[in-house]
């Protein structure tokens, strides 16, 4: 639908009624013509950027290229003027009879995403495509979206171009394939491809352009004697040579290694059949026997799909043939059905079906969800397994019942296990293949019949991961080693707990966490889980902890205060301003007490005490990583303890970890932020960065939680940090 840069409502209206007259009403029109001039004209009057052209233009890459209808069509056209307040969700649902909020939140939400990152970087990444699929309708609409800035891309900025380009190739030219947008799919690539390697771009389509005529004419030589052979079985159909995409060609020249002069099959031949849905199948063998027949095909390279469609109702049959001059020929065959929902996809599947839902795609959006809806996965790995349920080939295999299951292309038998049942991949030993023992790691191929073997003491382990291919294996993988090493780290600290108590030495979780760190562990669990696995000598770990503990005795005894210094406080009892009181259970006296060097409290924190079995009280925070754990198992040793008064010239050392872009002079910002600050001092600061961004942490000296509270929204404004904790 190419308009040009000037158009009025008049020919906005006559245009859509000429091209999608069924879509609305007379009288639904004839609203839209009135909306749509009254609100562009009130967003127009108050300043705002409104661009008609580029909203239609959207619309119809959904309607025509993507056979989408009336709601995806009113969201984009009317989500401007959502967007600005100028319209109610409700009054346009009653006004057109049709339901819209689900894709206009999703839109909404992801627009706003875009205004804040012209690119999606990789924070906002999941963010992104959890709105994404949500409703498969806002799929489909961003698509079309960026294929019509892909479009237009000249307009903008080179900087701009470059990130466009780039995220239309790894993200949207993905999403259309998933969503059985293949031609959609194959323009993104060869437009990202344009602008991101336009040299190569250009010498692949002068190459292209340049042999055209001879590969026109053995495409007519290809066809001519097959179209003679077709027309004698009296079905109608078209038949036609396509050449393949730019992106294509250039794949396979870097896969081959190979100049393009070599590359042979630069084209393939699509057969279209007209003819009735119950016929379908039939009249495809039929035709590819007439293929078979005429040019020697090769066996490994038939790929049926009209048994078993792929779950974005892709159907066709696609065979390759020995052509004239020996060159191999790839030939697709598929009906005039088949056809449309291939180059629409899912819309047109819907369609065909009669339905608006899809439970191959369901299952598909379920997937991506679980993914993204898992934290434990880093940008890496969370981007090759989204990537991977984009990309999926799929192979068919049974039960031995005989029920059907579908797994991508690579998938083992211990992805089998998991897709069947989470329990039955945990205690999966093997299995039989069509009858014949296989490993855990056997690669399932089309047609086979599976069945799984499995043993009560089988526990999952980290190689598993190496073994599976499936987003859905590896997350449960990963939840269940985590909740064994979970337990192990549990029993190693009971050990260490039960040997350092008949040592009469009390247990500092600090002091645990320096060995461990000093020892080269990555984390304390690590540490806890070799004690477990009795890796680590118990006696050599207390000599080191006593020596721990008498170096600390003799540099900290600035940190030990006697309780002495505190007087309870009744509740009626007025506090001096300048006191800084620490009150522990008013029954104790006498006791000495120290601040935990496991989540360093400071003045203000809400605390409680600890009674160690030297008779002393660690004070911890009530939100100490360890707090759980300690009041679960020692209840009977946790005093109540609190602040009172104010702080008087005490500071307490903090460390927050500073997250944020690798700007030239942040540190700089950072520390003279800090120097500036009456009653905080700076005592180090340490910065890591790496593509782009930094990472480090900061120790600082404070009086109180006020304060630090106060420092830590000061350094968030800072230009360039992302996120400040403590």
């Not at 909203?55 to 969201?75: F, P, Y």
């Amino acid at each position: 639908m190419a308009l040009s840069s000037s158009i009025s409502t008049r020919e906005l209206y006559k245009r859509l009624l000429a091209t999608h007259g069924q879509l609305l009403s007379a009288v639904e029109w004839k609203a839209l013509k009135a909306l749509i001039q009254t609100k562009r004209e009130s967003v127009l009057a108050k300043g705002a950027s409104y661009s008609l052209d580029d909203r239609i233009q959207v619309a119809g890459i959904a309607l025509d290229e993507m056979g989408l209808g009336k709601a995806a069509a009113l969201s984009v056209l009317l989500q401007d003027f959502f967007d600005k307040e100028e319209l109610l969700l409700k009054d346009v649902e009653k006004t057109f009879n049709v339901s819209l909020q689900g894709i206009m939140q999703g839109l909404s939400r992801v627009n706003e995403l875009y205004r804040r990152h012209a690119s999606i970087e990789t924070d906002n990444f999941r963010q992104l495509l959890l709105t994404l699929a949500e409703d498969v309708r806002v799929i489909l609409i961003i698509v079309a979206e960026r294929l019509y800035m892909m479009r237009t891309l000249d307009r903008y900025p080179e900087e701009t171009i470059q990130n466009v380009a780039r995220e239309s190739s790894f993200l949207y030219a993905p999403l259309a394939h998933r969503m059985g947008l293949y031609a959609i799919k194959t323009e993104l690539e060869d437009l990202s491809l344009k602008y991101t390697n336009r040299d190569i771009y250009k010498e692949i389509a002068k190459k292209l352009n340049e042999t055209k005529r001879s590969r026109d004419k053995y495409i007519a030589d290809f066809i001519d004697p097959l179209k003679e052979k077709l027309e004698e079985t009296g079905y109608h159909f078209d038949i036609k040579g396509r050449t393949k995409s730019i992106h294509s060609i250039y794949s396979k020249i870097k896969k081959q290694n190979t100049p393009f002069e070599n590359i042979y099959d630069l084209f393939a031949i699509r057969i279209i059949l007209d003819t009735p849905k119950e016929k379908e199948k039939a009249v495809c063998w039929q035709a590819y026997s007439i293929v078979a027949d005429m040019y020697q095909p090769n066996p490994k390279r038939l790929r049926d799909w009209l048994s078993i469609p792929k779950s974005n109702g892709y159907e066709s049959l696609h065979t390759t043939v020995l052509g004239p001059q020996g060159k191999w020929v790839e030939v697709q065959i598929r009906t005039v059905r088949m056809d449309e929902v291939a180059e629409k996809g899912l819309a047109a599947h819907w369609k065909y079906k009669g339905i608006k839902s899809e439970s191959g795609m369901d299952e598909w959006l379920k997937s991506i969800r679980e993914i993204l809806e898992n934290p434990d996965l880093n940008a890496v790995d969370f981007m090759d397994e989204f990537k991977l349920n984009l990309y999926n080939k799929e192979v068919f295999v049974f039960t031995p019942n005989g029920d059907l299951h579908k797994l991508p292309k690579g998938a083992t038998l211990l992805d089998f296990a998991f897709s069947i049942h989470s329990g039955l991949g945990s205690k999966c030993v093997g299995g039989k293949i069509n009858g014949k023992n296989a490993p855990i790691k056997y690669v399932l191929n089309n047609g086979d019949q599976v069945e799984v073997l499995t043993s009560p003491t089988q526990k999952p382990n980290a190689s598993w991961l190496n073994i599976v291919s499936t987003s859905k294996a590896k997350n449960k993988i990963r939840q269940a080693i985590k909740e064994i090493e979970f337990k192990d780290a549990e029993i190693g600290r009971e050990m260490i707990l039960r040997r350092f108590k008949n040592w009469k030495i009390e247990l500092d979780d600090g002091r645990i966490s320096r060995i461990a760190k000093k020892k080269g562990y990555k984390t304390v669990s690590d540490f806890y889980q070799e004690i477990a696995s009795e890796k680590l000598d118990m006696h050599t770990l207390r000599d080191e902890y006593i020596e721990l503990m008498r170096r600390d005795l003799s540099n900290d005894q600035t940190e030990t205060r006697s309780a002495e210094s505190f007087t309870p406080i009744a509740a009626e009892q007025e506090i001096s301003p300048n006191e800084d009181v620490l009150v522990i259970a008013q029954d104790l006296k006498n006791v000495d007490f120290k601040l935990s060097k496991c989540c360093n409290p400071i003045y203000g924190d809400p605390v409680f005490g600890f009674v160690s079995v030297s008779g002393g009280i660690k004070i911890h925070r009530t939100d100490c990583p360890n707090a759980p754990q300690m009041i679960a198992k020692f209840g009977y040793r946790i005093v109540k303890a609190q602040w009172s008064g104010k702080s008087a010239g005490s500071q307490y050392p903090i460390t927050l970890h500073i997250v944020g872009h690798d700007d030239i002079g942040i540190v700089t910002n950072i520390s003279s932020l800090i120097n500036k600050e009456k009653n905080v001092a700076l005592r180090s600061i340490s910065i890591d960065a790496n593509a782009g961004l930094f990472e480090g942490n900061l120790t600082i000296m404070v009086n109180d939680t006020k304060e630090l509270e106060s420092i830590i929204k000061k350094i968030k404004l800072i230009k360039g940090v992302k996120s400040v904790r403590r």
